[in-house]
């Protein structure tokens, strides 16, 4: 399936003196992370399925440097975001879609005050406004009847108060929609964000991704979704822990749908 | 007689009110140690939130038993204030219910005052039972320990006392009110929906005793207000009146939005620059202070965040909900505010012992409170922020103060570094180089 995707640069678009409706950041997890890959994959498919007009930065994307920054390290990030801003302004971009919370909040919040100004919208909204428009239909009821709990990413909904595009769109799937005991602005965090993700966790009498994980098996799901790439990444670990990975799967809504329409 | 109690009343008041007024300047001269932040902008939005969150409490009420609890509190401790009015005039002047010729509305104020004052002691007693006999789980963390574990008690007791000396004060009042032919300046005034079942007590008491006790319950109640009055400074119990700036200065940005450190922009700005000399030296102002990247004391953090310290309730709602604490690490959001306010009253006391200037202590509140453990273990995922009734922000401490450990300290533990590493060389936190970025195009 793979060799059908089509994958523009914006060099490329440049070159053919074409601007993309939107640019699509894929982000070092979804660029480099293997079960990223997939994420970022379904949501191409899509996106190529509605015929979108979009490009990817490829070889000249760069870490939006948010792990950086939420370690503490503001020189890093301020690098890294002011050579991403020179190479987006050069293009000018002005629609950025990603599928990816944490570079969703550190392009959409952050990147303004250093001369970065960009309408930028997370992956679950942009294909809620797909079907909206039309551009986009789900067929198929591969996701009938099953349940589907959402897992907020910290930095999509409470970060941003993005709560309604990922639940549309699973209830879109004809599926049944179920809400862990904290969700919403009470979500708790899988653990991955604050730089988490690259170290140990500190001593204590449990990791956070397992009690995360036991607060959506509560809810007898078939599928946890997710909107990101690290908390998918801490929920199937936590999955794995509770040695459910037979009977549970964790899926970023991006394949939900991907799949759904059997592209 | 009469006379000298009027004197010894405004002598007790203006002691009173004195020592609350130089207690209020110390906090103010202490918040301003905080470095500038401006927070004057969207007065529109401000005052909302001010109206909504400390007036209308609208995030105490996600806990509902203790959200209303609290409102009941609240309001009654707000309402009967009003006849704090009446009590200083008829103190000083020497009159006795002074508002009582207003009629029917007098009568309609005190009957509401003595129903609040029954239901706030319902709610204090369920107060003092989740503390003390259901133990609450957030009120036993080992975060919470000697005084402050105990400062809740003492202000429950003392709204017991205040209530209770309130309603006692008014049942005595009714008492010589209703003795046929008067006596002295027992005028007929008010309405007693609650005190009434209380004045049988004093039944078979002579007029005089009663007259005594009435006057001994007012006094203890002017007084008791008072010593409350000024036992706030010295307690979480502050928040009754720093919840209202504090909600008004609240950050009002989305809360994934770290705030951008302009001394590093230049920095940065500079050292890409590619006609900048790379061998002259930083352009330094005249009068440039030292500056300091992050957190390492309060003087580093903003005044907002110390009004923040100020204003916590030690409630441990954020403490609760935080994903660390929950999974037994040692961060406690809560404990972040608690430490930095008693590092600002640490340093407020050298202030004050030294004429007015601080002379360095070798101590920080990094590390003498708060230890770089607790710092890593947060995930910056705002859930203390969402959850704190009075919009204080652990979070935005804890960040300041990994700032410093990573930009002053170099002293993030080994796999930041090495993610960091990988960022300035490969544009990505994990060992890829950044030519390989497009290669999932091509991969099944
Ligand atoms: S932001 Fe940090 S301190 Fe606050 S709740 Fe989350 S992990 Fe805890
Ligand atoms: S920071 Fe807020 S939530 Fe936490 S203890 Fe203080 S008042 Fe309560």
Redesign the pocket.
């Known amino acids: 399936m793979s060799e059908s995707l089509i994958v523009p640069t914006m060099a490329e678009m440049l070159a053919q003196g074409k601007q993309p409706e939107v640019l699509f950041w894929v982000g070092c997890a979804g660029s480099f992370d293997d079960r990223a890959k997939k994420i970022t994959k379904a949501f191409v498919q899509i996106l190529n399925r509605a015929n979108v007009s979009f490009a990817v930065l490829g070889t000249e994307e760069s870490c939006t440097g948010d792990p950086a920054k939420r370690a503490g390290n503001e020189f890093l990030f301020q690098m890294q975001a002011m050579m991403n801003i020179e190479v987006l302004n050069a293009y000018e971009a002005k629609k950025i879609v990603t599928a990816c919370p944490h570079c969703f909040n550190t392009l959409k919040n952050e990147y303004p005050e250093l001369g970065g100004h960009y309408e930028v919208v997370h992956h679950t909204e942009f294909l809620k406004s797909l079907l909206d428009s039309g551009r986009l239909t789900i067929e198929g009821g591969q996701f009938k009847g099953k349940r589907i709990a959402f897992h907020d990413p910290c930095y999509l909904g409470r970060a941003n108060n993005v709560y309604e595009a990922p639940r549309d769109l699973i209830q879109k799937l004809d599926a049944e929609l179920v809400e862990m005991k904290r969700s919403k602005a009470n979500g708790l965090?899988c653990g991955a964000g604050?730089a988490q993700m690259f170290k140990d966790a500190e001593p204590g009498n449990k990791e956070i991704n397992v009690e995360r994980t036991e607060d959506a098996l509560e809810t007898k799901p078939h599928i946890i979704a997710a909107g990101c790439p690290f908390c998918n990444t801490m929920l199937t670990d936590g999955v794995k822990n509770k040695e459910r990975e037979g009977d549970v799967k964790v899926m970023d809504i991006a394949e939900l749908i991907a799949n759904a329409q059997d592209i | 007689m009469t006379y000298l109690s009027n004197v010894l009343f405004a002598i007790v008041l203006i002691i009173g009110f004195g020592y609350f007024y130089l207690n209020i300047k110390k906090i103010i001269r202490n918040i301003n140690l905080g470095i500038a932040v401006n927070r004057t902008d969207n007065a529109k939005a401000r005052w909302r939130n001010m109206a909504m969150i400390a007036l209308g409490q609208s995030k105490m009420v996600k806990r509902p038993v203790a959200g209303i609890l609290h409102i009941i509190v609240y309001v009654g401790f707000i309402i009967i204030n009003i006849e704090l009015l009446e009590i200083i005039i008829d103190g000083l002047f020497g009159t006795h219910r002074i508002f009582a010729p207003i009629g029917v509305i007098y009568d309609v104020l005190i009957g509401s005052f003595e129903i609040l004052a029954l239901l706030v002691l319902v709610a204090v007693s369920v107060f003092w039972i989740r503390r003390n006999i259901v133990k609450l789980k957030r009120f036993f963390n080992p975060d919470l320990k000697g005084f402050p574990k105990s400062d809740a008690n003492y202000i429950l007791y003392f709204e017991m006392f205040l209530m209770t000396l309130f309603l006692l004060m008014n049942a005595s009042d009714l008492h010589l009110q209703n003795i046929p032919g008067g006596f002295s300046h027992f005028i007929k005034a008010g309405s007693f929906p609650v005190s009434q079942f209380i004045a049988p007590a004093f039944n078979g008491m002579s007029n005089e005793l009663v007259m005594l006790l009435n006057e001994g319950f007012w006094w203890l109640h002017i007084v008791g207000i008072l010593v409350f009055m000024n036992y706030l400074y010295f307690s979480k119990h502050l928040h009754i009146l720093l919840a209202f700036p504090n909600t008004y200065f609240a950050n009002l940005n989305p809360q994934g939005q770290f705030d951008n450190l302009a001394s590093v922009t230049a920095e940065v700005k500079l050292m890409m620059d590619p006609n900048a000399d790379p061998f002259a030296a930083a352009p330094v102002s005249e009068n440039a202070t030292p500056s300091k990247f992050g957190a390492s004391d309060i003087q580093d953090l903003n005044w907002v965040q110390l009004l923040n310290a100020y204003t916590c309730t030690e409630c441990g709602r954020?403490t609760s909900?935080?994903?660390?604490?929950q999974t037994g690490k040692l961060?406690s959001?809560r404990k972040i505010m608690m430490d930095t306010r008693d590092r600002i009253e640490e340093v407020g006391r050298n202030i004050d012992a030294n004429k007015g200037v601080f002379i360095p202590d070798n101590k920080t509140l990094l590390n003498d409170y708060i230890t770089p453990e607790e710092l890593w273990a947060?995930?910056?995922?705002?859930?203390?922020?969402e959850e704190c009734p009075v919009n204080i922000s652990?979070?935005s401490i804890?960040m300041d103060m990994r700032r410093y450990l990573v930009m002053e300290k170099s002293a993030a533990p080994m796999p930041i570094n090495a993610m960091m590493t990988n960022i300035e060389n490969n544009g990505a936190p994990w060992q890829y180089s950044q030519q390989d970025r497009l290669n999932w195009k091509n991969e099944n």
Do not use: F, K, Q, Y
Request: net charge neutral.
């Open positions: 965090c604050g | 954020c909900s935080c994903p660390a604490n961060l959001p947060c995930t910056s995922c705002n859930a203390c922020v652990p979070l804890i």
